[in-house]
Nanobody, 127 residues
Framework: QVQLVESGGGLVQSGDSLRLTCTASGRTISSFAMGWFRQPPGKEREFVGAISWGGVFTSYADSVKGRFTVSRDNAKKTVYLQMNSLRPEDTAVYSC????????????????????WGQGTQVTVSS
């Protein structure tokens, strides 16, 4: 089984950058599509970005496209979310998620497509 732990959250100012890390323990994640989701205060969870198991394909929400980048290092069992030009509306709890897939173009954007979740890390962007 795979367990996921997020790190790297914190309090930053508008325009700053932050990199979140999702580290897996247990089996390798090299056969898993990985996704990032966030839940702003008082709102529903929303898709941020995803990456296929081999990193060939990525997908992003329109709200973060061009500012956020998802990458992965399967040898380190780690997935990253690089967040640039942060805005106050990016404030949320960010969680990573995994789903087994051998399709290197599979990057699901719906939370119910994933069956393994981390606990989340808080990101707060002040104006």
């Amino acid at each position: 089984q795979v367990q996921l732990v997020e790190s790297g959250g914190g309090l930053v100012q508008s325009g700053d950058s932050l990199r979140l890390t999702c580290t897996a323990s247990g089996r390798t994640i090299s056969s898993f599509a990985m996704g990032w989701f966030r839940q702003p205060p008082g709102k529903e969870r929303e898709f941020v970005g995803a990456i296929s198991w081999g990193g060939v394909f990525t997908s992003y929400a329109d709200s973060v496209k061009g500012r956020f980048t998802v990458s992965r290092d399967n040898a380190k069992k780690t997935v990253y979310l690089q967040m640039n030009s942060l805005r106050p509306e990016d404030t949320a709890v960010y969680s990573c998620a995994a789903v087994y897939s051998n399709n290197n173009y599979y990057v699901p954007a719906t939370y119910n497509a994933y069956n393994i979740w981390g606990q989340g890390t808080q990101v707060t962007v002040s104006s």
